[in-house]
T-cell receptor, first 111, second 115 residues
C-alpha cells in the first residue's frame, strides 16, 4: 500500500513568516514529488515538483527532498494571507502512473 | 500547458438516478486520464485510470459497475455514477497526464450531491 503522510494541521503562521510543510512517503521506488495548493471547493493547482535530492527554489517557495529519509518538504517564505489554503503532497511512483496524494496540511496565514 | 475542461461543475440528483461527468482535454491528446474523488476534509483518492480505447483500471475498493468510465476518444473521458446514493456525494476531479515530470493537469472538479 503506497502511502503519503502529512500533518493535517492547521498550521498557523503570521504574515511574513516562513511556513514549513512536511510529507513522508512509503514507496522507496517513488520518482517524482509534487506540491499542490487547493482552495476550498477548487481543484488542486501545482506549486512545484522535485525529483532530485536537495532543494529546489521557485520564488517564495522551496521544495526539499531527501529520498534516503523518504521525506519531502515545502517552505513558503514571506507568507501572505493569500497563501492560506490546503497544501497537498503528491507522489508519482512509476512512469505513467497516477499521483498519490497525502491528506493535505491546512495553512492559515494571519495578517 | 494543457487545458482540461470538466463538466458539470456541480450537480444535484435524486437517489437512484445516474449522473455523467465529462472530462475533456481541449488541446492535448490524452491517452491516459485519471479520476479522483475527494470527500470533505479528505485527500484526493484515486478511483481509476482511464485509457483511451481500452477498459479502465479501477483501484481496490472502487466498484467498476457503479462507476462506469468510458474513454472513447483522445480528448474525452466520462465517469458515470450509476444508481447514485447519498454516500456518493463528493467532489470528483479528473486529471490528464500530459507528459514530463510536471505533466499533470486537473479539471476544475464536479461537486455531486445526491439527495
Amino acid at each position: 500500500q503506497k502511502e503519503v503522510e502529512q500533518n493535517s494541521g492547521p498550521l498557523s503562521v503570521p504574515e511574513g513568516a516562513i511556513a514549513s510543510l512536511n510529507c513522508t512517503y512509503s514507496d522507496r521506488g517513488s520518482q517524482s514529488f509534487f506540491w499542490y495548493r487547493q482552495y476550498s471547493g477548487k481543484s488542486p493547482e501545482l506549486i512545484m515538483f522535485i525529483y532530485s535530492n536537495g532543494d529546489k527554489e521557485d520564488g517564495r517557495f522551496t521544495a526539499q527532498l531527501n529520498k534516503a529519509s523518504q521525506y519531502v518538504s515545502l517552505l513558503i517564505r514571506d507568507s501572505q494571507p493569500s497563501d492560506s489554503a490546503t497544501y497537498l503532497c503528491a507522489v508519482k511512483a512509476e512512469a505513467g502512473t497516477a499521483l498519490i496524494f497525502g491528506k493535505g496540511t491546512t495553512l492559515s496565514v494571519s495578517s | 500547458g494543457a487545458v482540461v475542461s470538466q463538466h458539470p461543475s456541480w450537480v444535484i440528483c435524486k437517489s437512484g438516478t445516474s449522473v455523467k461527468i465529462e472530462c475533456r482535454s481541449l488541446d492535448f491528446q490524452a491517452t491516459t486520464m485519471f479520476w479522483y474523488r475527494q470527500f470533505p476534509k479528505q485527500s484526493l483518492m484515486l478511483m481509476a485510470t482511464s485509457n483511451e480505447g481500452s477498459k479502465a483500471t479501477y483501484e481496490q475498493g472502487v466498484e467498476k459497475d457503479k462507476f462506469l468510465i468510458n474513454h472513447a476518444s483522445l480528448t474525452l473521458s466520462t465517469l458515470t455514477v450509476t444508481s447514485a446514493h447519498p454516500e456518493d456525494s463528493s467532489f470528483y476531479i479528473c486529471s490528464v497526464r500530459t507528459g514530463g515530470d510536471s505533466g499533470y493537469t486537473f479539471g476544475s472538479g464536479t461537486r455531486l450531491t445526491v439527495v
